[in-house]
């Protein structure tokens, strides 16, 4: 069967709504003018709810990753104790940033699959003098879901000055989040993951804490400082050149997401997110992730022994359907199935059904139908029929 | 005259063709796979003759601001002496990157408005043991160009060791440029200016002895590490996830580019120039530059005593034309007119018939059409009746 258009099922960049591409086709606009200040003003005030914060959210030109690096060099100093929570290769690649800028670092690692515990941070916390703990929301990797609250709890219970910084380029947008009501301190988003842009700008807003903390903070930054993006927010612009396209993909993915309402967009995600794990599991695949912290937004299962992945992941990419390997010491474990984004029922519908299409190809044991059946009962149970469907979008 | 599409004549971001928001509308790939790394392998090639390099090309996710902060923190550790050549606010940036990250910045600074002297830049370094001079190919703000080869021969006399940073952001693409052939080891380029893209890419060349250099540099890196870039590159991939929409449309302005062919390109860009300079100084408007260094990219004229700017300026805006102000020091003193990227002499002779309509209604002495006509004559002067037109575009 020949698909017109891929399925794109990795974790981001996710695949744009029509009026999302059209955005990215518009001509250049002066980015010192009233038009993208008005735009820029759109986006802030647009993205505090799902931030869950009052503080002001900067607008960076760049990856995801550069959002984690500005999270760091903004708020610490050389030499500064960090404890870097990870549960993958995200984790490790922020606290890997915090080092490279000079932090000590220390590690808690839970094994991969596993979400990290609240009593081992509490623990670890002890008496060591942190001046930040670096979190994952969503591990990417591994298709994990840390509990924020839970942790952020911990941490302001055994040290109450350690900043919490909070990587959650995958998650935000899809899922509740409090930043306020949570005391977290830095949280960063991509615009590529559940905001249905293109990359290119990553989202950061800091507490009043960490705003305070940049004035002592020395680890050297300039085009990833905070303050100089705060100061010129404050007469509608980026201090340098933004990504104007991207900008205007996240003003009118802000508007869809509006358009549809938050609980929405979060209950379209739970549903997915269900009818993966349970199309997945009825094709035989097994989840990588611990079934207490399945993450919402990106599902990963191991790669069965016998299967000849490459072909077999050859053939489902031939037909149309855009899966991501594994990363780090996963490549060639697992794979991964993103939901997240743009990302509807029908279209983890399709993606199991390729799977199971290749499957049964393959000579893999499947009962025909029944993946599909499972993964749709999965969505109705999760509430899937009772979404709105959104008027404006 | 209403005017239906604003003749943006910023100096960047510059108007995008057609076919290029086009591609600012195409739906996202993975970054992981094939049709990414054709992607990058062209971006990468195509731009090689314009750098005038054999090295590799490094495809960052920022601003340009990103990519001079790129060229300083992967060649320098804390302490290196560095001087900064600076001819106006870009250059003044440049250093101030240096400053942050520790480099013990010495200035050369020309007067605005004139290009730096060879023979000044070599009395400074004589016996100073500079690890690295920086230069500004284009001053945007101030609308001179240096003279970069007579500068780098000079620096190579003088201080043969010393590593040459060159910020061509607005200039490369625009005008020859030959890396290799004169000897300067990181050039970086912007998608905005001269490859008519949008905002959101960084594109750094490092020469064979950058390369090494950034194993013994200190200065510390992780999202703008050239090393990550180029391990990525062997696979085509970017460390981290690119600006896919805004890597589409450099792709396509480079194809519009070789349809056009590189001297086309620069010829026309001259002719721009040209008619630009003759159109201002035929409205009475006097050129900010110092004649013999001139911007082949970006005019920057007084505002003329007596003139309301505000007002004169925003009923240039209704009608259409949208200029650049003054930066720093120059704010209110002087106004700018971009002429680079996708730009054709017909929009510079509409914007000057705007400027001279504007005069007119404003009761400024301006003989009615002169100004047009000189602009129409300097393009024809400049050979833009010559320049082929573009069969594949």
Same mark, same amino acid.
């Given at each position: 069967?020949?698909?017109?258009?891929?399925?794109?099922?990795?974790?981001?960049?996710?695949?744009?709504?029509?009026?999302?591409?059209?955005?990215?086709?518009?001509?250049? /606009?002066?980015?010192?003018?009233?038009?993208?200040?008005?735009?820029?003003?759109?986006?802030q005030?647009?993205?505090?709810?799902?931030?869950?914060?009052?503080?002001?959210?900067?607008?960076?030109?760049?990856?995801?990753?550069?959002?984690?690096?500005?999270?760091?060099?903004?708020?610490?100093?050389?030499g500064?104790?960090?404890?870097?929570?990870?549960?993958?290769?995200?984790?490790?690649?922020?606290a890997?940033? !915090?080092?490279?800028?000079? =932090?000590?670092?220390?590690?808690?690692?839970?094994?991969?699959g596993?979400a990290?515990?609240?009593?081992?941070?509490?623990?670890?916390?002890?008496?060591?003098?942190?001046?930040?703990?670096?979190?994952?929301?969503?591990?990417t990797?591994?298709?994990?879901?840390?509990?924020?609250?839970?942790?952020?709890?911990?941490i302001?219970?055994?040290?109450?000055?350690?900043?919490?910084?909070?990587?959650?380029?995958?998650?935000?947008?899809?899922?509740?989040?409090?930043?306020?009501?949570?005391?977290?301190?830095?949280?960063?988003?991509?615009?590529?993951?559940?905001?249905?842009?293109?990359?290119?700008?990553?989202?950061?807003?800091?507490?009043?804490?960490?705003?305070? =903390?940049?004035?002592?903070?020395?680890?050297?930054?300039f085009?990833?400082?905070?303050?100089?993006?705060?100061?010129?927010?404050?007469?509608?612009?980026?201090?340098?050149?933004?990504?104007?396209?991207?900008?205007?993909?996240?003003?009118?993915?802000?508007?869809?997401?509006?358009?549809?309402?938050?609980?929405?967009?979060?209950?379209?995600?739970?549903?997915?997110?269900?009818?993966?794990? =349970?199309?997945?599991?009825?094709?035989?695949?097994?989840?990588? !992730?611990?079934?207490?912290?399945?993450?919402?937004?990106?599902?990963?299962?191991? /790669?069965?022994?016998?299967?000849?992945?490459?072909?077999?992941?050859?053939?489902?990419?031939?037909?149309?359907?855009?899966?991501?390997?594994?990363?780090?010491?996963?490549?060639?474990k697992?794979?991964?199935?993103?939901?997240?984004?743009?990302?509807?029922?029908?279209?983890?519908?399709?993606?199991?059904?390729?799977?199971?299409?290749?499957?049964?190809?393959?000579?893999?044991?499947?009962?025909?139908?029944?993946?599909?059946?499972?993964?749709?009962?999965?969505?109705?149970?999760?509430?899937?029929?009772?979404?709105?469907?959104?008027?404006?979008?």
């Open positions: 069967m020949t698909r017109f258009e891929p399925n794109l099922r990795i974790p981001g960049p996710t695949s744009l709504p029509p009026s999302v591409r059209e955005a990215g086709g518009r001509q250049m /606009i002066n980015h010192r003018g009233p038009e993208f200040a008005a735009m820029l003003g759109r986006i005030t647009g993205m505090r709810p799902y931030f869950g914060t009052q503080s002001e959210i900067a607008v960076l030109s760049c990856a995801g990753t550069g959002g984690l690096e500005a999270a760091v060099v903004n708020v610490l100093s050389p500064d104790r960090v404890l870097g929570v990870s549960i993958g290769a995200f984790g490790d690649r922020f890997k940033i !915090a080092e490279v800028y000079g =932090a000590a670092v220390d590690r808690v690692s839970a094994e991969w596993h990290a515990r609240p009593d081992e941070v509490r623990e670890r916390l002890r008496g060591g003098d942190y001046r930040a703990v670096l979190l994952t929301h969503n591990e990797s591994t298709g994990v879901m840390n509990p924020i609250p839970d942790l952020a709890a911990a302001h219970q055994e040290s109450p000055e350690t900043l919490i910084l909070v990587d959650s380029v995958s998650a935000l947008g899809a899922v509740p989040f409090e930043m306020d009501g949570w005391g977290t301190d830095v949280v960063v988003t991509g615009s590529q993951k559940a905001w249905m842009a293109a990359p290119g700008l990553a989202m950061v807003a800091a507490s009043e804490r960490a705003w305070a =903390a940049m004035e002592i903070a020395q680890m050297p930054r085009y990833l400082d905070l303050r100089r993006h705060r100061e010129s927010a404050r007469s509608g612009e980026t201090p340098w050149t933004p990504a104007i396209a991207v900008i205007y993909q996240v003003d009118e993915g802000l508007r869809l997401m509006a358009a549809e309402g938050a609980e929405n967009v979060f209950a379209r995600h739970e549903a997915c997110a269900a009818a993966t794990r =349970a199309g997945l599991e009825g094709l035989g695949f097994e989840l990588f !992730a611990d079934a207490a912290n399945r993450s919402t937004t990106v599902t990963a299962a191991w /790669i069965p022994d016998g299967v000849d992945w490459k072909a077999f992941n050859g053939e489902v990419k031939r037909r149309g359907v855009v899966l991501a390997g594994g990363q780090g010491k996963l490549a060639g697992v794979f991964r199935v993103g939901h997240l984004g743009s990302v509807t029922v029908d279209e983890i519908l399709g993606a199991i059904a390729t799977l199971e299409t290749v499957s049964v190809t393959a000579g893999r044991p499947v009962e025909v139908g029944a993946a599909v059946a499972a993964a749709q009962r999965a969505a109705i149970e999760a509430g899937i029929a009772r979404v709105p469907v959104a008027a404006g979008a």
